[in-house]
């Protein structure tokens, strides 16, 4: 399968395999294909999860590996595979990345609570607290004087400099959109320094990488994850509390947010990536990874989707276009955070093969980006206010008008860029006779009918309802919470359709179940009337209770949710098995319980 073949490559891949290996040498081996083949699609089958492989460490240097490996033969026997893999491979070094206890976590209960007279307070309390506490054993650091040169050549971890926090379970790394919810619910706990940190390790990647990827490890490192770095940092922001710490943070903030922004833009620009399509002229993004090969950490699961698409159409077997072009899409769907999902498949059979993440223009991402560029405008325009009044930056240095000057016209530039991203929404991805978002399928011309809950991210991003009315608003609650089938016992599903895939009905996850809230408390603060208000805290209060009860029940939080009942039942679906933790989960449950506190008493 997938013989090398030369297919013509999208424009700018985040980073090239040739960097990537002499960065981080480990991955000249976890990374290599045809090492990757002979361990995973081997008959021996040693990893049920093709993850634990990809998460080992080497014993020795990358070249002596590969130069072991070279002398293998193509079917090796039982004791020469085991040989090999005994000889190459260990357990990762718990050494190098160890448990730590965040300086600003203390045993007390977050001060939102404390405050609160409510009955029955003590089942608050006690939710509450654990969920704080569980911080604890999802927070990492590395231990930086155990960062040498070997661990760049032994293990596919890329190290952070500040403590970080692992969603859980077989993700025992930092991703960067769960890190958004993460940081929300520290702030809740009154731990600030350590969502800054987290975040700050986001910094961290962008300077030295040129981008987020999709997580802190090597095999992460062509492609991103949703570029939500602004929202985050406009989240602490918010948190912050005098002007002069949030000028500050901004100062630090500003020029990686405009790299991050302009890195993305280039490998995900609609118009690069899709120049042949009609719409090419609009300002849209589409997730896009360059890559010729399976996944690393699920080769054996894309070989199989790959083998899946040759048993339904044969006369594929020799088409290694087409095989990696689905490769491509499955890279592009896990960088899209929903992997994977009927968003992604068009209007084909809801099978994983016909994977088309690339040629699908999502309202969720374009909603993101507009949001990002316009709060860009505004923190440049925030910075130049400050400068003009005080002459100087946070930390005393003089500003020129120069530099205030420089601001203001980045501002301009970036509300330019958000009007043309909201025309494009407005044109392609909204439905205004449905009050709707949707996806765009690039290669049919048309909207691709599949129902999600990122149909609703148009107005989180604040990009279609300048004309509304009091009724538009009320037609679009009315839409969410009784007419789009999403709504549940147990908070709102992804997406209507029923498939095999984690990203589909009935899957709850608890991000989408922030992003719907968030919507409708926007749209209440502009339409008192409109029952949005009301809205925002049942879906909250659906997604609560569950976790609630799963957690009184089980003792966990599942990393997504089935949302048709209210006793917290896990999600099922996709290519490894459900986990629990987890990071986002309880950031999403600490950031609604600050608002919605009697939704369990
Ligand atoms: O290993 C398979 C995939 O796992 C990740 O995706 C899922 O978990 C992430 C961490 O919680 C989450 O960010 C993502 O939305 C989930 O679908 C990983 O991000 C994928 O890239 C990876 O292929």
């Given at each position: 399968m997938c013989e090398k073949r030369h297919v013509s490559s999208s424009p700018?891949?985040?980073?090239l395999p040739s960097r990537r290996d002499s960065l981080f040498p480990a991955a000249s081996v976890f990374c290599h294909p045809q090492l990757l083949s002979f361990v995973q699609n081997s008959p021996y089958r040693p990893f049920t999860d093709s993850k634990t492989f990809v998460d080992m460490q080497l014993t020795t240097h990358p070249h002596e590996v590969l130069a072991r490996f070279a002398e293998l033969p193509s079917q090796p026997t039982p004791e020469q595979y085991d040989q090999f893999l005994r000889w190459a491979f260990k357990q990762p070094d718990t050494q190098l990345v160890q448990h730590h206890t965040p300086l600003d976590y203390t045993d007390s209960l977050p001060s939102f609570v404390s405050q609160l007279q409510l009955p029955n307070r003590y089942v608050l309390d006690e939710f509450v607290m654990d969920i704080k506490k569980r911080w604890r054993m999802l927070a990492r650091s590395f231990s930086h004087h155990n960062i040498t040169e070997q661990h760049s050549l032994t293990s596919t971890l890329i190290p952070l400099p500040h403590p970080f926090f692992i969603p859980g379970g077989r993700f025992q790394e930092c991703y960067y959109w769960d890190t958004l919810w993460i940081a929300k619910g520290l702030i809740v706990c009154d731990m600030l320094q350590s969502a800054k940190d987290a975040i700050r390790n986001l910094f961290h990647l962008v300077n030295t990488l040129g981008f987020v990827p999709n997580?802190?490890?090597?095999?992460?490192?062509?492609r991103s994850q949703p570029p939500v770095l602004t929202e985050a940092v406009l989240v602490i922001f918010r948190a912050l509390g005098s002007t002069d710490e949030r000028i500050e943070w901004l100062e630090e903030a500003l020029p990686v947010l405009e790299r991050e922004l302009a890195s993305f833009e280039a490998a995900h620009a609609l118009s690069r990536v899709h120049p042949e399509t009609s719409i090419a002229h609009q300002r849209l993004d589409v997730y896009n990874v360059v890559t010729d090969h399976a996944r690393p950490e699920s080769f054996k699961e894309d070989t199989a989707t790959v083998d899946e698409m040759i048993a339904r159409a044969p006369h594929l077997s020799t088409d290694y276009h087409s095989q990696i072009d689905l490769l491509r899409h499955l890279a592009a769907g896990a960088e899209s955070g929903w992997d994977y999902s009927s968003r992604w498949f068009c209007n084909s059979d809801e099978c994983l093969a016909e994977t088309q993440a690339t040629n699908v223009v999502p309202c969720c991402l374009n909603s993101i980006l507009y949001k990002a560029e316009s709060d860009m405008a505004a923190f440049h325009m925030t910075l130049a206010e400050y400068y003009k009044l005080s002459s100087q930056t946070s930390s005393g240095h003089p500003v020129t008008s120069d530099a205030i000057r420089m601001h203001i016209d980045k501002s301009k530039l970036y509300e330019t860029r958000a009007a043309k991203r909201k025309h494009a929404i407005i044109s392609v991805l909204w439905d205004s006779d449905q009050l709707f978002g949707f996806d765009y399928d690039v290669k049919e011309a048309r909207n691709t009918g599949v129902l999600s809950i990122a149909g609703i991210m148009p107005v989180w991003a604040g990009c279609v309802d300048d004309s509304w009315t009091v009724e538009h608003a009320k037609q679009f609650v009315h839409k969410i919470m009784n007419v789009s089938g999403l709504l549940h016992d147990g908070g709102v599903a992804c997406t209507s359709t029923v498939s095999k895939e984690q990203w589909d009905f009935p899957n709850c996850w608890p991000p989408l179940v922030d992003f719907a809230v968030e919507t409708l408390r926007k749209l209440a603060v502009r339409f008192p009337e409109s029952d949005a208000d009301r809205a925002a805290e049942e879906i909250a209060a659906r997604f609560l209770r569950s976790a609630y009860r799963g957690w009184q029940s089980e003792n966990v939080f599942h990393e997504k949710y089935d949302c048709r009942y209210e006793t917290g039942k896990r999600g099922e679906g996709g290519e490894y098995r459900p986990q629990t933790g987890f990071g986002w989960t309880n950031g999403t449950i600490m950031w609604l319980l600050k608002d919605y506190p009697h939704c369990l008493s």
């Open positions: 700018s891949p985040l980073m997580g802190n490890r090597v095999y992460y490192l062509n």
